[in-house]
């Protein structure tokens, strides 16, 4: 398929597909195994700029979009989806800043995240608060000279790794979906610390960890935006970052479609490899079809963002959902075709099934995100009628 790719996104994609072959393919088990932060793949990513790519020229990065960001985040899943999720994570906390930071709140953080020196991450869930993210329950009081932070967060991706955190806390609990505000909280901040690393079932080289503060003050010049903005600004940033969770399924039904395709040219049963079945053929073309449907949306929906369009809730909630079931589906596919071999930890996908699971549930589960599909399709009725 042909994608118009500018020759800055050529060149993106490729070196981030250079990286994963060579740095990442060689130590995936091992990380998953050892459930180990990846931290020589991402000093490799940094020295390759990538971490500029969603950053702007102004502040140190390479100006590209969400199409950029994307086509990175996809060819490292290809490989290993836990990695890639590390990397996402870094743009995906510092989205608020980009769109709402003021200038003095972008030149202080930005070149250090471009750089690659300082991960970022975004913190919302909590104990309480998950698909509803207004059941929060971390507070920002006011104080002298800013606020004070009482609260856990929970499940946090790149927690503890990263250097600053975008932060959603109540700042008046009044207010309901308006009393919410964002903080940007750098690591090392008296009355921030980390709590408990999570164990889990795929994307293991990720670090998924909770933050907890105590009575953490945050001068009032590290607030993004408005007060009693967080919410808004979430919804908007989880709008411009699930085309990255889209991207991260293809990779990953990529990587699986490869797999599978290789191991059944070579495995051979009743005299022939098992890719001269029909069967195994017509799953390996339904495989196909869906990961270039679930590509060709999120690249569009990508495409749309980066156009500067205003309201992509709804494109952007279908990418998610509908590239994060093609994957759960075809590295399920992979697995059956490698039959037994595709169980074991030799082979790389059921690795990529486990890693695959996580991509219906974050930043959304599948279950909301059709919820506010069907909600939009509401208004639009009403609007049309
Ligand atoms: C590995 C990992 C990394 C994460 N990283 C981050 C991060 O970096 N930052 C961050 O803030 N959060 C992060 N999260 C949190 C993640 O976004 C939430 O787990 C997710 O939003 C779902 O919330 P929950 O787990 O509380 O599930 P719940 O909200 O408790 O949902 C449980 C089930 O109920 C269903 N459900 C709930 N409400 C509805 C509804 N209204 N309609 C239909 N179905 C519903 C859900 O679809 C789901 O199937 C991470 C989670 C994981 C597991």
């Not at 709402?100 to 975004?122: N, V």
Request: hydrophobic letters at 40%; charged letters at 25%.
């Amino acid at each position: 398929m042909e994608y118009f790719f500018s020759e800055q996104q050529k060149t993106i994609k490729s070196l981030a597909r250079r990286i994963a072959e060579e740095k990442i393919l060689p130590v995936r088990a091992e990380l998953d195994e050892k459930e180990e932060f990846p931290w020589g793949i991402m000093k490799d990513l940094a020295d390759s700029d990538m971490f500029r790519v969603f950053v702007p020229e102004e502040y140190e990065g390479l100006g590209g979009g969400c199409l950029d960001l994307c086509l990175v985040v996809e060819e490292l899943s290809r490989v290993c989806s836990g990695v890639a999720i590390s990397y996402a994570a870094s743009a995906l906390g510092s989205l608020a800043l980009l769109e709402y930071g003021t200038e003095e709140q972008k030149q202080r953080y930005l070149p250090g995240i471009a750089s690659g020196r300082k991960l970022a991450a975004f913190a919302l869930t909590e104990p309480t608060a998950g698909s509803d993210a207004t059941a929060i329950r971390t507070t920002a009081e006011r104080a002298s000279g800013g606020y004070v932070l009482n609260g856990t967060k929970q499940f946090i991706t790149n927690g503890g790794e990263a250097e600053i955190y975008t932060v959603i806390a109540l700042t008046d609990k009044a207010r309901g979906a308006r009393g919410a505000s964002a903080f940007l909280i750098e690591k090392g901040t008296p009355g921030f610390s980390f709590g408990k690393r999570e164990k889990k079932m795929g994307i293991r080289a990720s670090s998924t960890r909770e933050l907890i503060f105590r009575n953490c003050l945050i001068p009032e010049e590290n607030m993004i935006g408005r007060e009693g903005m967080g919410f808004i600004l979430t919804m908007r940033v989880l709008d411009q970052s699930r085309p990255g969770i889209g991207a991260q399924a293809v990779g990953l039904a990529q990587g699986a479609l490869e797999a599978a395709v290789d191991y059944a040219r070579q495995r051979v049963q009743f005299g022939h490899p098992i890719i001269s079945l029909p069967v195994v053929q017509n799953k390996l073309a339904d495989m196909a079809i869906q990961v270039e449907a679930a590509r060709v949306l999120t690249y569009a929906v990508a495409r749309t963002i980066d156009s500067g369009a205003k309201n992509f809730t709804e494109e952007s909630a279908m990418a998610k959902v509908f590239a994060s079931d093609v994957a759960m589906k075809v590295t399920t596919e992979a697995v059956q075709i490698l039959g037994g071999a595709g169980y074991m930890r030799d082979y790389p996908v059921e690795k990529m099934m486990r890693d695959a699971k996580i991509t219906q549930i974050y930043e959304g589960a599948n279950e909301v995100l059709r919820s506010t599909i069907a909600a939009e399709l509401r208004k639009r009725k009403a609007r049309r009628e």
